[in-house]
């Protein structure tokens, strides 16, 4: 049969039982009529779980990873310039021709590593949802159950731009799934990696389509950084502050902070042609009196000095919100 999504349905027999049923079942059912990518496990277990969903394209000649150009339509689900967003689905007890020595097993958990508590700000969402979907929706399974595989979850990978006064330049964007898949006994188990590469389009920069220098603060700082689901967001919590795009600006521009420390001391998140009396960029800086609260990004690494200085000559030129400033950044 082909593969088929949701669970199973556990039943009694005894092992002899399910011993001759499994070897039955196991020799009439065809393998998955997609492509799956075993994670590199052993290859006594690599076949327990194996991703499907957008194809591995590298190396050529055994894929075992996904590296696609950006804007690329044959693997890039997203158009938006500097993302690539790829499905990612795991499939369990694949009848794998490949891995002829490799059996289905009884299997109960899966795990991906990631940044923990859901709170931080290094916490991978669409791990978290892949994690989900097998431990919810599939797992557990017994060894008769073939070609058991999770829904697609749609794994998003940014570019990074590096800096530079003249607007930047792309880097290649990289997350892995490395995994473990635990049987029962627990002794049953199949690690596994699948590595994701965005490679930045030929003859594109980070400036393209940037109509404005707070639409480049917005695409290169806030929306990467700041505007996280742990974070900035949406207005919530102590800070009420949203820096999502098309929220950011009216929550910024001469907006007293919720600070109290720094509202009573007179600064405004941005204070338009005064960066010395401006929140945000005491924020940035980390150049915060008492009780003015953490330094920003919280738990992530401080801003490129450039990056700093574009947000600073965008609050000394007035903060517009439109148009570009002279000093550097896009143009």
Known sequence: MDARRGGSVRGPGTATLRALVLAFAFALTPPPTFALTPGGGSSATDCLAEFGGTPANRPASRPREIRCVDNDPACDDDPTLGICQFRAEVCVNVTDPELPGCAPQALESFFI??????????????????????????????????????????????????????GGRWRRGRKAIVSTLTGDPASVTDEDKLRMTCVPGKDTTPCDGVTSTFEQIQRQIFTP??????????????????????????????????????????????????????????????????????????????????????????????????????????H
């Open 113 to 166: 590593e990631n940044e923990q508590p859901d709170t931080n700000p290094k916490h991978d969402f669409d791990f978290q949802a892949l994690e989900d979907q097998l431990n919810f929706l599939v797992l557990p399974v017994e060894a008769t159950d073939l070609n058991v595989c999770s829904g697609a979850v749609q794994m998003s990978l940014r570019t990074p731009v590096q800096p530079s006064r003249s």
């Open 225 to 330: 950084t700041c505007a996280i689901p742990t974070c900035h967001n949406v207005a919530q919590g102590e800070h009420q502050l949203s820096l999502a795009a098309g929220e950011a600006y009216a929550h910024l521009v001469g907006v007293a902070p919720a600070n109290f420390a720094a509202a009573s001391a007179g600064l405004l998140r941005v204070d338009p042609g005064a960066p010395a009396n401006s929140f945000l960029l005491k924020k940035l800086r980390g150049e915060l009196g008492d009780s003015e609260g953490a330094p920003m990004p919280k738990d992530l690494k401080r801003l490129h000095h450039v990056h700093l200085d574009l947000v600073e000559e965008w609050i000394a030129a007035g903060a517009p919100a439109a148009g570009f400033i002279p000093a550097l950044g896009c």
